[in-house]
């Protein structure tokens, strides 16, 4: 394991997705699906299963941000960054968030946080390497530079 001796946050890190003006979110996608649909939602909700003790999905909190991704292709449906406003579970759990997305959201699209969880500490960049499917040994060798940028382009590549 690499050490970690200055700030976690690439000082170049620049994402082009911003714009010059009024604009105050970070766009930043980072860690694994937090939350997964198992219907068709509307144009503000998302309606997934409830969560089970063993798993770690579909467990949100309310003030979240997080992109919405694509079922079929994985990739982002659109730029548009969400904020959690309402969690209701009965028989399945249905996220309330705002604004509305240009389509509603369907079985199997997908939510992923929006922010750099996985960049607090070098222990976090590890274990999301690990979790996107390099080895170990391969994670070992790299700088924490070089887990930066792989976690760049792993879990947010609009932002190159």
Do not use: C, W
């Amino acid at each position: 394991m690499t050490h970690q001796i200055g700030s976690v946050m690439p000082a170049g890190y620049v994402d082009k997705r911003r714009k010059f003006r009024d604009d105050f979110e970070s766009r930043v996608v980072a860690g694994p699906v937090i939350f997964t649909a198992n219907a068709t939602g509307t144009t503000t909700t998302i309606v997934g299963a409830n969560a089970a003790p063993a798993t770690p999905t579909n467990v949100v909190r309310i003030g979240e941000e997080f992109k919405l991704f694509n079922v079929t292709t994985g990739t982002l449906k659109e730029e548009t960054v969400f904020r959690v406003t309402a969690v209701a579970v009965a028989g399945s759990t249905t996220v309330t968030f705002t604004p509305a997305a240009a389509v509603a959201p369907v079985s199997g699209d997908t939510m992923k946080l929006v922010g750099y969880s996985n960049v607090y500490s070098t222990g976090e960049k590890d274990r999301r390497l690990v979790e996107l499917g390099f080895s170990a040994a391969y994670v070992a060798r790299l700088t924490e530079n070089d887990k930066d940028y792989q976690l760049r382009i792993s879990d947010d590549p609009g932002s190159l």
